[in-house]
């Protein structure tokens, strides 16, 4: 079995007015089957509402299924007993860094998660380090968060999740309220985590380009998993992508344009590298 998988999963919430009564239903997430292993890069898009934090939420049971399983590293999240394991197991981190870091100096506030939870300081004092080099921040160590640009404090909490060592760390868009270099920094950080550190990495975003490198891709659209693919099947269903309401890199519709028009192309250009390359390609000759 995976370190995650899913089946059937679908989450309910209900509405009640003051009396207790049903007043409505949303279902959240709609029979989502997941299997991921260990060590996979797995992106999760969808535009807003499309019920991706649910589904999230469920990857370290904050919320169990309505209906449908979750396990997580084999163990089912309905299990209360195993509710350690599993919330060890998978760490999250989430849009805002401002509401997720507490300590006054950034060392401090990655120690804190293994503090917690009683590892012994020498040992916190190397997993704090290592974490720090991980997402390259251990240069600022010292640092005071509030100093920080955006992009640094949510490799801060990434740290922060890292040291706790966990073999999956969910990223619930952490990028969408940082500005570009900000999110290219933490793009670059959960790309390390998985390639370096070999941890399973579960992104959820709905900027396209963020998924380039990622193995395989899960778009969702009210609840269900509309498409998945790898990048480069998903990038090849632009109108499909257009309708679900994602934004299409203009290298990839600019590529298929290009191939509609007749130009010999593949479908699901993702860079504009791999477009300049393809094209020197068909004019070299
Ligand atoms: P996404 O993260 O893709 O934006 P969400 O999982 O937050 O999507 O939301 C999926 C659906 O569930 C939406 O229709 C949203 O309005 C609804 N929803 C989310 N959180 C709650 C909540 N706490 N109570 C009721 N409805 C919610
Ligand atoms: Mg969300």
Redesign the pocket.
């Known amino acids: 079995m995976g370190i995650i998988k899913t089946k059937d999963l679908t989450?309910e919430?209900?509405?009640r007015d003051e009396e207790g009564n049903v007043e409505g239903i949303?279902?959240?997430?709609d029979h989502v089957d997941l299997d991921v292993k260990p060590g996979q890069f797995i992106a999760i898009l969808?535009?807003?509402?499309?019920?991706?934090?649910?589904?999230?939420?469920h990857l370290n049971a904050i919320l169990t299924p309505t209906d449908g399983t979750v396990w997580v590293d084999g163990y089912d999240t309905k299990e209360e007993e195993h509710i350690w394991d599993i919330r060890q197991t998978t760490g999250m981190v989430f849009q805002n860094p401002d509401n997720q870091i507490i300590g006054q100096v950034v060392e401090e506030d990655v120690g804190f998660g293994p503090e917690n939870i009683g590892v012994p300081t020498k040992e916190i004092w190397e997993r704090v380090e290592e974490s720090l080099k991980a997402v390259g921040m251990y240069e600022y160590r010292k640092s005071s968060p509030n100093r920080l640009s955006g992009g640094q404090k949510q490799r801060i909490s990434i740290a922060g999740v890292l040291a706790m060592h966990p073999k999956c760390i969910v990223l619930?868009?952490p990028t969408a309220m940082l500005d570009p270099n900000g999110r290219k920094e933490v793009i670059r950080a959960a790309r390390a985590l998985n390639d370096v550190e070999g941890i399973t990495v579960i992104l959820?975003t709905?900027y396209m380009e963020e998924i380039v490198y990622c193995d395989k891709v899960f778009v969702?659209d009210k609840?269900k998993v509309a498409l998945s693919g790898t990048p480069k099947e998903v990038f090849s269903k632009v109108d499909e992508l257009r309708k679900l309401r994602l934004d299409v890199p203009q290298v990839t519709i600019l590529a298929e344009e290009l191939r509609k028009a007749g130009l010999p192309l593949d479908p699901g250009i993702l860079t504009a590298d791999e477009l300049a390359e393809k094209l020197k390609g068909l004019y070299k000759a």
Request: glycine share 16%; charged share 20%; hydrophobic share 30%.
């Open positions: 989450f919430y209900i509405r949303t279902t959240a997430v969808g535009h807003n509402g499309s019920g991706k934090s649910t589904l999230a939420k619930d868009e959820i709905h969702m609840g």
